[in-house]
């Protein structure tokens, strides 16, 4: 049985793995304000290695104690609820990225009784994508 499906937004949010908030690591304290704020879910990736606009390179040194990795932060949801998050996300951010787009979701139930998936369930679309920033 399909849970949340339609369109909706994806929040990707770019940090690093070194920064904090309030004497915290800034992803865990991001994850936790998404959690508060009821979102589905969310997930944080470490990278291997990366760059950014400044052209510094990021990286996990196998011999280092330095931790200076990008960690990605990704959350689905309304449209409305990531646009609620934003105040709160510029306050915690002291550096980084926030990309949002627009996704199609399917969301499959893991309770969900045998036989109640559809084999090719036909997409619903919900709400509006915002075009007016």
Same mark, same amino acid.
């Given at each position: *049985? ?8 994806? *929040?990707?949010?770019? @940090? ?7 004497? $915290?690591?800034?992803?865990?304290? $991001? ?15 470490? #990278? @291997? ?7 510094? @390179? ?23 609820? $990531?646009? #609620?998050?934003?105040?709160?996300? +510029? ?6 990225? @926030? ?6 979701? $399917?969301?499959?139930?893991? +309770? ?8 090719? #369930? ?12």
């Amino acid at each position: *049985m399909h849970g949340l499906k339609g369109e909706r937004t994806l *929040m990707r949010i770019h @940090v690093e793995e070194q920064d904090k908030f309030q004497g $915290i690591p800034l992803y865990e304290q $991001i994850v936790q304000l998404l959690r508060r704020r009821q979102c589905a879910g969310a997930t944080a990736y470490r #990278a @291997v290695e990366g760059f950014e606009a400044s052209g510094h @390179v990021h990286r996990t040194r196998t011999w280092s104690t330095k931790v200076d990795v990008p960690v990605v932060i990704e959350c689905v949801e309304s449209d409305e609820k $990531i646009q #609620a998050l934003l105040p709160d996300l +510029d306050r915690m951010i002291g550096g980084g990225l @926030v990309t949002l787009e627009r996704v199609r979701v $399917i969301l499959y139930r893991r +309770d969900a009784p045998p036989g109640a998936r559809a084999p090719h #369930a036909s997409m619903e679309i919900t709400g509006r994508w915002r075009t007016d920033e």
